[in-house]
């Protein structure tokens, strides 16, 4: 697995850690199932177009920081990378 594919990963999760939700419940608010949601999360699927958009939307986050090309400094700071 390819970096990019990495920290989009770590960033799906994070965000929506940070959003306080569970995977079943991002799953009911983007009308999606649990599984895929976790598939998306694990790197066993990719994120379609609609659904990046969608929790760019829901983050308030560029898509950039959803398809893993930026990383906002709130996580680098959490993490202490900076």
């Known amino acids: ?26 799953a009911e608010v983007l009308g999606v199932s649990q599984p895929l949601v976790s598939q998306w999360e694990h790197g066993r699927c990719d994120l379609t177009v609609q659904a990046a958009l969608a929790l760019a939307d829901l983050y308030r986050v560029p898509v950039d920081v959803i398809l ?15």
Do not use: A, Y
């Not at 970096?3 to 959003?19: A, G, V």
């Not at 893993?68 to 900076?82: A, R």
């Open 68 to 82: 893993g090309n930026s990383v906002p400094t709130e996580f680098l700071e959490q993490k202490g990378w900076l």
């Open 1 to 26: 697995m390819d970096t990019k594919k990495r920290c989009s990963i770590m960033m799906q999760r994070w965000l929506r850690q940070r959003e306080s939700l569970s995977q079943d419940q991002l």
